[in-house]
């Protein structure tokens, strides 16, 4: 009598490869056209409204809103959309879907989670948006939207930013891109780890599902309010730009002599003026660029396959 013993073979666990986004001159324009709607819609107002009390700390949203209103009606919301909320939307968004699509994916490859792809992602995309698109461009809304209250609210925004460059060179007009750079980073760091943690919990523990379309836009919406943990940097940011010229306010400001003008001035919820229009703003900004620049490009790499198929 022989005794037989049956092994098994252990079953291998495939798991699925991880898929490159499609990144192309197409993601580019995509991301351009994304943004600039984003902005031409309810994203400026949103903006020149935070601004606004980022810059005048004492008002509240209601004076806000009638101040804004009663610089230019309806188009006093729209202060510094063309062209340099126009210009800033046409390169930011597409720097920042190339950057944090291509960071995603190497992340993804080292073996890390989409939640922590999602984060370097979107703190490489910020950085790349701060240095290459928006020094300038930031600085010219916050010109529009404060220089009412200098001298110089009678000057073009033209004429303002040619005097700056002829005062201070490039330096000047990229004044405040160090604060620009870290709101940036953390700004899309947040929304785009947060968003993709969100994903993971509704997915449970069927990591492959995928989300309903009402799924997605929850957890984008969620990463765009809980990135506002960072106002302090818009706050110190908009101060670096403003153009008013109060008396006590320091000739040279940097990160750390602005926000201690700004806790000696306001105390420390001056930080957090405007938080509650930015929150509208990263919202609807983030469900635009994230549950809509990922359906969109999800729609046109299914069109690449389905042509390579045919």
């Not at 930031?138 to 404060?146: D, H, I, L, P, R």
């Not at 925004?157 to 490039?170: C, L, P, S």
């Not at 785009?192 to 994903?199: A, D, H, K, Q």
């Not at 509208?280 to 790499?301: E, P, R």
Request: aromatic fraction near 10%; glycine fraction near 10%; proline fraction near 2%.
């Amino acid at each position: 009598m022989s005794n037989s013993i049956e092994t098994s073979t252990p079953t291998k666990v495939v798991q699925p490869e991880i898929q490159k986004k499609a990144v192309s001159f197409q993601n580019i324009l995509l991301g351009a056209a994304i943004q600039t709607f984003e902005v031409s819609t309810l994203g400026q107002p949103f903006e020149v409204v935070k601004t606004h009390m980022a810059a005048n700390r004492g008002d509240s949203i209601a004076t806000t809103l009638s101040k804004t209103y009663a610089r230019g009606g309806i188009s006093g919301f729209y202060q510094g959309l063309i062209p340099w909320a126009w210009i800033e939307a046409s390169t930011k968004g597409g720097v920042l879907l190339f950057t944090s699509s291509e960071i995603e994916y190497r992340v993804r490859r080292t073996g890390l989670s989409s939640s922590w792809a999602g984060l370097f992602g979107g703190v490489g995309g910020g950085i790349a948006q701060a240095y290459t698109t928006m020094g300038f461009c930031t600085f010219m809304k916050t010109v529009e939207v404060t220089r009412h209250k200098s001298a110089d609210a009678s000057m073009s925004t033209w004429r303002i930013a040619y005097d700056v460059f002829q005062r201070e060179g490039i330096r000047g007009l990229n004044r405040g891109v160090s604060a620009v750079a870290l709101r940036q980073m953390t700004n899309w760091g947040s929304r785009l780890g947060i968003s993709r943690v969100t994903e993971s919990f509704f997915r449970g523990k069927d990591t492959t599902r995928k989300l309903s379309t009402s799924e997605r836009l929850m957890a984008s919406a969620i990463g765009g309010a809980l990135a506002c943990w960072n106002q302090p940097l818009e706050v110190i940011r908009v101060e670096m730009q403003s153009q008013s010229k109060a008396a006590d306010r320091p000739a040279n400001l940097n990160l750390f002599s602005t926000a201690r003008y700004i806790y000696q001035k306001n105390g420390f919820l001056g930080f957090y003026r405007g938080v509650t229009p930015r929150i509208g703003l990263s919202v609807y900004l983030t469900v635009c660029m994230v549950f809509g620049g990922d359906s969109i490009k999800a729609y046109f790499s299914e069109k690449q396959k389905q042509n390579l198929n045919h």
